[in-house]
C-alpha cells in the first residue's frame, strides 16, 4: 500500500463521551504514521489538544468539523488517504458522510484501516444481528411491537424479564423493566403514545448480569489478537463509560474467557477490521449464558484504558495496520518484541468515572445506560482493594456522607461505591448487597474486606504490622489517621520509622517475563523497588487528574508540552497523573510516568524515591496547585513562582492589600469566614454580588446574588464548598466587558502572551465564555494599562512562570477580577493563535531563564468556543453564570472576527441554515438589543416566533408570531412554546434567563425542550447578538479554510 | 489463615508469606506461568511434576475450583506460589476453594510474596531449585538442593495400563503414547470422532500395534526428553504411522529422527505465546509450557512454526511423511484455541 499524506480527523471538542482518549489515540496514530514516512494532514476543532501542535502533525487545520469544510480541506491538500477510526464517534460518522456525499470518490481518497463496508456492518443494528445470526453467536433477542398483542406475544417468546423502550425517543424516556404481563401492559400502552413511529422495542432484559469487554486487534492478514479483556464492576443496566471497570477480567474462569475471546476473534475476522475494535459482551455468571451487546470498529476510550492498563500502545499499531503493516512485522515499542502478542499482566487496574452533578444543582444523579461523567481515573495495585482504593483517592473527591445506602444502590446514583462501603459499615452482608446491586460477589467480598480492615484500624490503632498491612491493601495515610484520630502527618511518620515505604513495580505489557524499556510505574506495598533512582537532572511534573467541569483537557496538554519542552532542554521528566484517557499519560510523553492519584501522600512518595530537582505545580489546574504549599513545608523544591506568591494571589485578604499597594482597582470586595459576616459585608459592598469559595475549580459554588433574601439561602452553600477556607464577596459589575490575559514572567520580566476578550459581559465564568483574541472593545489606552498592571502585578507576586489575569472593564475603568499564579485553560487556545510555545518559555522562567517583555501581534481572529453537556445532564439549566458547566472547547478563526466567531459556533454545534425560524424569549433587560436581532434576522428571512412578553417588544423590529405560554388553551392552529419548539419548525432559540430562573420557569422548560430537541439554545445576549451580526455580514460569502499558522499572512509550514 | 509459609530458593535466598494449603515441605524447579485465569488446569498438568508453580497475576483462586478443569487426577506441582489466594470464590461451577484444594492433594502453598520479584529472579539467573515449607509455629527447613533433568518424571506422570477412550461415532483410531497426558488432548481427539487408546510410556511396538491405529499421538509430560531413550525408539518404529507430537511428544519426536533439544533458562509457561506459521504466514497465541525446546531438526523435517519472541522452534514436519509436531499446546486448557485447527489437520492425514 502506498499512502504518501493522509488525513487523519480528530474528534473535536471534549463532550461526555467522547473526551482526552481521542487527542492520545491520534496523536499516537499521527506520530506512528510520520514514523513510517507518510505525511499527515490533521483536522480537528479542538484546540487544546496536543494533536493540533504543530509538531505532531505535518500539517494542521483548526476547523469546524463538518463535511463542507472537510471538503474544503480535501480539496486543498489532495490526501491520498483517510484514517477515520481515531476520532471517536466523530471521525467515523464524518468518513461516512465523505463517502455518501461522493467527496472520497471525487478527490480519490482511499480509506485506510477499517473499511467503510466492515464499519457499516458493526453500526447498523440489523446488518450486525444478520451477522451474528450467520455466526451463530448470541445477542439480545428482541422485537419491535407496534400493537398490545404484539408486545405481549414478543415478551412470551423472549421470556421475562424484558425491557421495553419506545423507539426514537431520548435517552430511553418511557421505557421500562417488566417481569411479567401485568407490569408490561402499561408500559406498553404508555410507550405506544410517546413513541414517534407508534413503536415499542422489547428486549430480554439482562439487567445485573455481567459485562465484559475485549480489546482486539486485527491486520490484514487476518492475524487477530486480544490485548486486553474487563470486566465491570456495575452490572449490565449501566453504561461502561459510567461503571468502575476491572482489568483484565476477574470473575472468569478460563474456560469462560475463552468462550468470550473465541467470539470476540470471530467477530472481528466476520468484519474484516483492520485495526482496533472493542467488542462488549454480557455474561450470566450464574448460567454461562452470554451474547454480544455491541461492538465499536474503532479506537474508542475502552481503547485508550486498555492502553493504559497493559502498556501496549493500541493506537499505533492500528495506524501501522491501517499502511498494510501486519502484527508480525510490527514492534512493540516497550519490550522489543512483536506487537503480536497479548499482554500479560500482573497487577489489576481499576478505572472510576469522575461525575459532574456537583456542577448541577437539581440534576438526576442516577446512573445508567446514559453517560452523564466527565472523565475517569485509573489506578493500579497489586491487589483489587488496592487498586480500588487507589482509584477512589485519585477521584480528587471530598469522600461524601452517605445518609441512606439503600438510595444510592439500586438504582444506582454516582455515589454506589460509597454506599456499598456505607452499608457494610452498618453491618450489611455480602448477599444483601448482591441481592439489591446484582454486584458479583467476589467484587463485594474484597469491598467488604476493605471495611473489615477499617474496623480493625480503629479497634487495633496504628501497630506495625497493621500498619503495613493496610497500607499492602491500598488505604491512604490519611484514611488511616481519620480511623485512629490522628493526622496524616503522624501516620505517614510511624509508617516511616516502621520502613513502611512503597515500592514501584513496572508496567511492562509481559508481566516481567521479558526485560522492558518503559518506564512506566505505579507503587504498592511490596518487597522489590524497580523505579530505582536515576540519574541526571530529573523535574518532576503533576498533572491534573480525571477529566472534570474546569479541569480538563487543557491542563493535560500543558504537562505534555512541559515533558517534551524539558527534553529538549535536556532534562529529565518525571510525570505523575492518573487520567488514563490522556497523553500525558502515554509512556513515552515523559522519561518516567507514574500512573498514581494526585494526592499529597502519593506525590511525596515519589519525590522520595525519586529526588527530583524540582517539582511543576503550575500546569496541572488547581488539583496541582493545591498541592504546592504542602510539598513545600516538606522541603519540597517548587519550582517558579514562591509558595509566598502563590499564597498572595490565592489569599483574598492579603491579594487586596496587595492591589491596594499596586494601585490596581478591584471591584469592592470582603471576606467572610461565618455567615453573619457575610451578610454584613455583603450588604455593605451593596448588591448584586458575586459570591465564591476559595480555592476551587471553575467557580465551583460560585454565584451572583442580588438580594440579602437570596444570599441568605446561599450563604451556607457556599460555606460548606469552602470547607474551612473564607468566603469571597464581590461587587458584581454587570454589563462590563471582561477580559483575561495568560502571561509569562521571570518575576522582573513578563511576556504577555495575548489579551483576550469575552464575547458576553462579565458575569459569566472565563470557561463558558466565548472569547476573542485580539480583542474586540479595548482601547489602545486600555489595552496598554491591562499591560502594565499584568507586569506590575507579575512583579510584586514574584511569578516565575504562568500568571493568568481576569479583568473587567467599564466605565473606562479597569478592575482586576482575580489572578492565578498557574497555566489557565486558555493557554493552549493562545498558543495555537499566536504560534508562541507558551508552555516551554514558562518551564524555562520557572528553571530560572528570562523572559522577554514583549508580546506577540495576532494579524487574524481567533476566537474559544464552548459546548456544553446540557443533553446528557438531565434536569440541568443551562443558563450561564459565574460557575463553570462547559466541558470542552473549539476554536474559530479566521482573517476577521465575524468569520472566525462564526466558525467557533459552528464547531460548537451552533449554526443556522439559510432559512427557517428563530424564537426569542428574552428577560426584560434583554429586549432592547433583542429588537434589533429580530429586525437582522427578519431581514435575513427567518421567520421570527417569541414569547408573549417578548413578543410585545419586538413587534416594532419585525413581524412577530407570538406563541402561547406553557400550558394556554391552544386554538386548533395554535402552539405553546413547548409544541412549537417540538414541532421542527424552530432552528434557534435565543432564551436570556431571569436573574432567579428556578426549574419551575418557563424559561427553564425552553430551554430544556431545545436541548432536548437538538436545538442550540443561545442563553446570553451578547452571544446572540455577535452571532447574528456575523451572520448579516457573512451573508452569500463561503468560509475559506487554511492550515494553522497561514492565518493572518503566516506563510505556509 | 494463621499458617505461615517460607520460600527458600537455590541461591540461599528466601521468601517468607502466609501458608495455605497442605502444611508441608516440598522441593521442586520453581517455574512461573503468566496466564492470568487457568490456575485449576495448570495444578493439574502432569507437565509440572517436580516443579514448583508460580502466577505471576497476583489474585488467584477467585472462581475457586470447579470439577470440570481437571488436566489429570490431582495436582502434579510440587507447590504453589502466589500474591494472593483469594479468601472468597464465586463461581457457577466452583465446589470448593484453593486452599482446601491444594490441602487434599498434599500440596503447599505460599501467598503475599512479591511475585514479581520472583519472576524477574528467574527471567535473570534462569529456573533454580527451590522448597516450598507451609508450617505453623517453627519451620522445620532442610536441603534446597534439586535436579530436575535427573528424575525420570514421565515414569509417575505416565498411566502404568492401556486406556481406552472412543466416542460412540469414533470413525478414526489412534494410540496415544501417554508420557504425562493431558486430558483435554484426549478430548479434543475425541470431539472429531477420534478413537485413543492411551498406553504408557514404556509400551513396546507390539502392544501399540496391537490395536491397529490409524495414527499415534506423543503425548505433552514432564522432564527431560532427552532421557526418554526408549520413548525415541519406540516413535522411530512407529514412524510408518501417521504422527502427531505435542509439547515433550514433539521433543521425543525430534529425538526419535536424531535432532536434538537442549534446556530453556525459564522456558516459555504461559497463554500469549505468538507463533508464527511459517507455511501459513500467520501468528497464532497459543500456551506454551516447557522447560526444553528442539534446538536443532531432524534431517528429514523442516521447521513450520517459530516463537515470534525468541525463535525458538515451536513446529515441525517430517519432509515426506505425514509426522509433524509443535513445541506448545493446541488443547489450550487454559489458553486461546487460535492452534485447535492442529487437530484437524491430524484427522485429514489418518
Redesign the interface.
Known sequence: MNVKRALVIGSGPIVIGQSAEFDYSGTQACKALREEGVEVVLVNSNPATIQTDRETADIVYIEPLDVPTLKKIIQRERPDSLLATMGGQTGLNLAIELDKWGVLEQYNVRLIGTGLKAIEKAESREKFNALMKELGIPILPGFCAKKMEEGLEAAEKIGYPVVARPAYTLGGTGGGFASCKEELEPILERGFNLSRSGEVLIEKSVLGWGEFEYEVIRDSADNAIIICNMENFDPMGVHTGESIVVAPAQTLSDRDHQVLRDAALRIVRALKIEGGCNVQFYFNQETGQYGVIEVNPRLSRSSALASKATGYPIARVAAKIALGKTLDEIRNPITNTTAAFEPALDYVVTKIPKWPFEKFRGSDRRIGTQMKSTGEAMAIGRTFEESLLKAIRGLDLKEPKIEKPEEHLFPPTDLRIFAILEAFRRGAGVEEIRAKTKINPWFLGKVKRIVEMEKRIAREGLGADLLREAKRMGFSDAQIGKLVGKSEREVREKRKENGIIPTYKMVDSCAGEFEALTPYFYSTYENENEAKESGGRKILIIGSGPIRIGQGIEFDYCCSQAAMALRRMGLLSIMVNNNPETMSTDFDSSDRLYFEPLTFEDVMNIVENEKPEGVIVQLGGQTSINLAQALSENGVRVLGTGIEGIDVAEDREKFRSLCEKLGIRQPLNATATDKEGALKAASEIGYPIVVRPSYVIAGRGMQIVFSPEEMEKFIGQAMDVSENKPVLIDKYLDNAFECEVDAVSDSENTFIGGIMEHVEFAGVHSGDANISIPPLNLSEKMLRKIRESTRELSRALGVKGFVNIQYAVKGGELFIIEANPRASRTVPFLSKATGVPLVEMAVRAMLGEGVENSEPSVNHYAIKGVVFPFLKISGADISLGPEMKSTGETMGLGEDFESAYIKALQASGISLPKGGAVLLSLRKEDREDGVEIARKLAGMGFEIYATPGTGVALTRAASVQVAKRIGEKCGPDEMDVLQLISSGDVQLVINTPTKSGNSFSDGFKIRRRSIEKGIPCVTNIRTAMEFVNALEKLRGKELEVRRLGEYGGEKHG | MGRRAVLRLGDGSA?FGDGFGASARRVGELV?N?????Y??ALTDPSYAGQVLTM????IG??GI?S??FESSRIWAEGFVV??A????????AVRDLDSFLAKYGVPGICGV????L??RI?KHGVLPCSVEVFEGKEKGGEVSFEYSSVNFVEKASSSGVGKFVPENAEKMVVLLDLGVKRSIVKELNKRGIGVVSVPWNASAELVRSFEPDGIVVSNGPGDPAILTNVHSLVRSLSDLPMFGICLGHQCIAHAFGGNTSKLKFGHR???H?V?DLEK???F?TTQNHGFAVERVPDEFVVTQVE??DKTIEGMRHSSKPIFSVQYHPE??????DAGYLFDHFLKVL
Open positions: 521468601f512461573f503468566t496466564s492470568m485465569q487457568g485449576q488446569e505471576s497475576y497476583p489474585l477467585n472462581y470447579n470440570t478443569d500474591r494472593e483469594s479468601e472468597s470464590f464465586f463461581h457457577r461451577e512479591d511475585t514479581r520479584e519472576v524477574k527471567r504461559g497463554s500469549n505468538p508464527y504466514k500467520r501468528v497465541i515470534l519472541n489450550a486448557s487454559p489458553g486461546p484455541h
